[in-house]
């Protein structure tokens, strides 16, 4: 098994470019989120996928976009890039199933993509 | 308010002294409770969960449901345990705390 893979893993854009954050598992969970990671700010959830087919916006979803392809994908769409979203991307899944609590509920992280918006 | 706050932005301290990362939650429910590490260049890995009562690495963690807590303690740090930590709670999401960065000097 991968695990969860991201790419791209480093990513350098100029403000107003788009570009897509993608994400896959292999472990056949259920569930896959985004994060941004930035100093003092700890992680913060900006979209999440409980299942193939939903999407629900997180802490800080503004100027992100996202689609769950299949239970395998999870992309990441920035639309017009601003240098505020300079920052760490990280995608996780885990097994959590809405309603039940215990040993599926962890979460697997990828390497994360270090993106910096001119 | 569903909330994980880690007071310590950074805890630095010499090889074979106690380590304690703090952490408290606000959750009206019964909560599930994560500690999660990230090395230097490294992705996030799960460290422990309180459901588990587990020490991983010399870690231990336990929920004190009273003060609201989950603090991470281990009696003697060693310089590899040098990471960023955050706790983290679990409801519908999972929330982060802001995390700490423990410097554990030789």
């Known amino acids: 098994n991968a695990g969860v893979t991201q790419t791209p893993k480093f990513q350098v854009l100029k403000t107003g470019q788009s570009m897509t954050l993608q994400c896959a598992q292999d472990?056949?969970?259920?569930?896959m989120y985004w994060y941004r990671q930035d100093p003092g700010m700890g992680l913060r959830l900006i979209y999440y996928?409980?299942?193939?087919?939903?999407?629900d916006k997180g802490e800080v979803p503004n100027g992100y976009n996202v689609s769950r392809l299949n239970k395998r994908e999870f992309s990441l769409r920035l639309e017009s890039a601003a240098p505020s979203q300079t920052s760490v991307y990280f995608c996780?899944?885990?097994?959590?199933?809405?309603?039940?609590?215990?040993?599926?509920?962890?979460?697997?992280f990828g390497a994360g993509t270090r993106l910096s918006v001119l | 308010a569903q909330r994980v706050t880690q007071p310590e932005k950074l805890l630095s301290v010499f090889k074979g002294a106690p380590v304690e990362l703090k952490c408290n939650y606000s959750?009206?429910?019964?909560?599930?409770l994560f500690w999660y590490v990230q090395y230097s260049r490294q992705r996030l890995q799960l460290l422990l969960r309180?459901?588990s009562r587990e020490s991983i690495k010399g870690f231990t963690a336990d929920l004190n449901k009273g003060e609201t807590s989950f603090h991470l303690k281990k009696p003697f740090a060693q310089e590899e345990d040098s990471a960023m930590y955050y706790c983290?709670?679990?409801?519908?999401?999972?929330?982060f705390g802001t995390g700490t960065r423990l410097q554990v000097f030789p």
């Open positions: 996780a899944s885990s097994a959590f199933e809405t309603g039940t609590k215990g040993a599926k509920n962890i979460q697997y």
């Open positions: 472990m056949n969970h259920n569930s």
């Open positions: 996928s409980a299942s193939e087919g939903t999407t």
């Open positions: 959750y009206s429910g019964s909560p599930e």
């Open positions: 309180h459901i």
């Open positions: 983290a709670l679990l409801t519908d999401k999972l929330i």
